[in-house]
């Protein structure tokens, strides 16, 4: 079934090309701005007019005629506005059909993309040496909303966690852990917490200059393939993606072990890297590096910008591995998008990695490269969010304060539940709270992290919305009869209409995500949905209404809690029955 916004574009794009006499017309169909201009509207009539120079509402009024000798089902009637807009109203009857086809399936709502594509989504991609903390969370969780968002469309998704774990720091820790092996041999205790592990690591090197020179001597070694550093590394980067994993299954994050492709996967390919930047004549040496210039980069001053690649003692850069990665996932894999899920603040290096890429041929004409930058998310001071005395913040414990926060609420709102059901809603609302105050903000924008806004029942919140997934769900058991073949008989009532027409276009807002990759748009989109089924709640009687309305009310609020539960799913939102 196509969008509705489709099957429009189609008929308003035929007619308006019947119309001009010219092929291949944008009718530029879009939601209606104000319900007065319908449901649709068609702007795409005056640009048309400008080109072959004749008067907008004389052509709007040829295109109206046009369509409407297409007789679409779908088209009630069509006016003619302004300087020569086309207001669309659909058609009730074709609405409702639609919405019985759909038989309670939302899977027949969202259907499968035309060309199914392969996408690389390479996201979270911590760096190893330390734990995650509050700076993985953009990346982590708007990756896997868009994973999850292209997956439903049916796309070949490709996750890649580029986990930093190849780095200088691993000689320190490393060495750090042989010394400690040899007194105590309880390594995993030791690294149970991460991040005093590294800092005892950090002073030892900072204070003993004969640790420090061990320890740049141990990357060597390690990054020459030495069999014990080897497995001392091993060792460490096991203990630190335990705690990786703990952290995505307490946030319901969908990536696995099996999605690791960590920066020292490409180690063997990073000679053929610099050889073929060589051949390319691509290469200089500027202050002892190896470096590539391009035109395209330059500073402040217009002097011109290195791309680094490999260091005067031989070290490859961030950016070597980036080009190694970007050849595996154009020819290795063949995707067909590559997304990099990655703060704003590296975007002068993706485009550098994308602009030595395509000069020296790492990748190809076929693959869309396309950094899915985020902003820094901040404490109420207004800077990067840290503790009170500017440590970083470790993921994990974000996450078990967002949960007993969650429960504290949850205890408030809703006395005398059990104890266990306390907890298992407590641990999805916190999580959810958190995940949705994020997606729910444009990402390319900084936003202020804020616990009471966050976990609030009001506004357009994670709680807000799941809480009206649950009032639905609660109406639907108090019908005794059960909701199998029941359908949508009725629409006449506007706030009924709005909803319908409004569960109706959740294919849309999906298809918007998948191609600019700004999940804001889908909470946006339901918590409009949650408002208008409230509006319809205190409209409409549902229960109460003689039984064929009653039926046709049940059917279109079941349909709006199975499309709230869908969107919030698609945004790794898990919903509660009851809460
Ligand atoms: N590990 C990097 C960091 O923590 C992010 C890696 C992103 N992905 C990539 N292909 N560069 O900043």
Redesign the pocket.
């Known amino acids: 079934m196509n969008t509705l916004k489709l099957t429009l574009s189609q008929i308003a794009g035929h007619a308006l090309s019947e119309a001009s006499g010219l092929e291949n017309c944008d009718p530029n169909v879009i939601t209606a701005s104000k319900p007065e201009f319908g449901d649709y509207q068609s702007n795409g009539v005056m640009s048309i007019a400008k080109k072959i120079g004749c008067k907008p509402r004389e052509l709007a009024n040829l295109v109206v005629e046009a369509i409407a000798a297409q007789a679409s089902p779908l088209i009630e009637r069509l006016e003619v506005a302004g300087p020569g807009f086309i207001n669309i109203h659909l058609s009730d009857a074709a609405l409702i059909q639609r919405a019985n086809e759909i038989e309670g399936d939302l899977g027949k709502l969202i259907p499968p993309a035309d060309a199914p594509e392969k996408i690389v989504v390479?996201y979270s991609?911590?760096?190893l040496a330390k734990e995650m903390h509050v700076?993985?969370l953009r990346?982590t969780i708007i990756g896997d909303c868009l994973a999850r968002v292209l997956e439903r469309q049916g796309h070949e998704i490709i996750r890649?966690n580029?986990?930093?774990d190849w780095g200088t720091q691993f000689g320190m820790l490393i060495s750090y852990m042989r010394e400690l092996g040899e007194t105590k041999g309880d390594l995993p205790t030791q690294l149970a917490d991460l991040e005093s592990f590294y800092r005892a690591a950090k002073q030892r090197f900072d204070e003993d200059p004969d640790f420090a020179n061990i320890a740049r001597s141990s990357v060597v070694k390690l990054q020459g393939g030495d069999e014990e550093h080897l497995t001392a590394w091993q060792l460490f980067i096991d203990e630190s993606l335990k705690h990786c994993q703990a952290v995505y299954d307490k946030l319901n994050v969908t990536l696995s072990r099996k999605d690791l492709k960590a920066?020292s996967f490409y180690n063997k390919e990073l000679e053929g890297v610099v050889k073929k930047l060589e051949d390319a004549a691509l290469l200089s040496v500027s202050d002892g590096a190896r470096c590539v210039f391009l035109p395209e980069f330059t500073g402040k001053d217009g002097e011109p910008l290195p791309v680094i690649i490999q260091k005067t003692d031989g070290g490859y850069l961030?950016a070597t591995?980036?080009l190694a990665?970007v050849a595996y996932r154009s020819f290795t894999l063949q995707a067909e998008r590559s997304l990099?899920v990655?703060?704003a603040r590296?975007s002068l290096?993706?485009q550098q990695?994308f602009a030595v890429a395509r000069a020296a041929g790492f990748t190809s004409e076929n693959i869309s490269l396309e950094h899915i930058a985020y902003g820094t998310m901040m404490g109420k001071d207004g800077r990067p969010f840290k503790t009170r005395s500017g440590d970083t913040i470790k993921l994990v414990d974000l996450l078990d304060e967002a949960i007993r926060r969650a429960h504290e609420l949850v205890a408030e709102k809703n006395p005398g539940l059990e104890d266990a059901a306390y907890s298992e809603i407590a641990e999805k609302v916190g999580i959810a709270a958190v995940k949705y105050a994020d997606l729910s903000k444009n990402r390319t924008s900084d936003y202020v992290f804020d616990w009471s806004s966050m976990l609030s029942f009001e506004g357009n919140t994670a709680p807000y919305l799941m809480y009206a997934y649950a009032r639905i769900r609660s109406i639907l058991r108090k019908q005794e009869l059960g909701l199998e073949n029941i359908q949508i008989t009725t629409a006449t009532e506007a706030a009924e209409r709005y909803l319908l027409l409004k569960i109706l276009q959740l294919p849309e807002i999906v298809d918007m995500v998948a191609r600019d990759c700004y999940p804001n748009f889908l909470c946006n989109y339901l918590y409009e949905l949650a408002g208008l089924f409230m509006r319809f709640y205190e409209s409409c009687p549902i229960l109460k209404a003689e039984p064929k309305l009653r039926d046709s009310r049940l059917a279109l609020s079941a349909l709006a809690a199975a499309t709230l539960q869908q969107g919030l799913g698609l945004l790794g939102i898990e919903t509660l029955e009851q809460m």
């Open positions: 390479d991609s911590p760096n700076g993985h990346g890649q580029h986990v930093g920066e961030y591995t980036d990665a990099y990655v703060d590296q290096h993706f990695v």
